[in-house]
């Protein structure tokens, strides 16, 4: 059992991912109620919600949080490195833990899911064109936009061409 930290005992299950903590921790960020609350909401998340919906769920699991904070804290978060930010084509800032695995995404532009992917050849592309222009690559995002092969819209699209 992990030994438990010398502050009071948090209510409820809102505990992020010990790897977030510990980011938090080399950040020197102090974990409080409300970061803790936050970041566990985007340890459990496996989409990438909007700060609304970040409200929505940790506000389910304690009720003292408050839309502002969320705001805030959401910021401060993608701010230290903690939280990746996406803006999306939908405009709305969207956010996930900044220390999943390195992946790209696949947004179905319909329903406006998003889908994670990892892609060697891709990455390796992209490694080689910044080498070609003289740059060691250091980061990079990569976003698709797409509606579903059987999707009404596609087919309206494909019966034009
Ligand atoms: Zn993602």
């Known amino acids: ?11 409820a299950a809102a505990a992020p991912s010990p790897a977030l903590a510990e980011m938090c921790c080399e950040k020197g960020i102090r974990l409080t109620w409300q970061r803790k609350l936050i970041l566990s909401v985007l340890s459990d998340a496996a989409d990438h919600p909007d700060a609304e919906e970040i409200y929505r769920r940790a506000h389910r699991k304690d009720k003292r949080i408050s839309l502002s904070t969320v705001y805030r804290t959401v910021s401060l ?3 230290a490195g903690i939280v990746e930010k996406h803006n999306f084509r ?8 900044a220390d999943a695995e ?14 994670e992917f ?3 050849e891709i990455e390796r592309l ?4 910044a080498r070609k222009l003289g740059y060691r690559l250091i980061s990079h ?5 797409g509606v579903p092969l059987k999707s009404a819209r596609h087919k ?3 019966s034009q061409d």
Do not use: C, F, W
Not at 105 to 114: A, K, Q, T, W, Y
């Open 1 to 11: 059992m992990p030994s438990p930290s010398k502050d009071a005992p948090a209510p």
């Open 77 to 79: 978060l993608q701010e």
């Open 90 to 97: 939908d405009a709305t800032a969207r956010y996930e833990r």
């Open 102 to 115: 390195h992946h790209d995404h696949l947004i179905d532009v319909e329903s406006g899911r998003v889908m």
């Open 118 to 120: 990892q892609n060697e």
């Open 126 to 129: 992209q490694l080689a064109i």
């Open 141 to 145: 995002r990569l976003e698709l936009y």
């Open 156 to 158: 309206k699209h494909a």
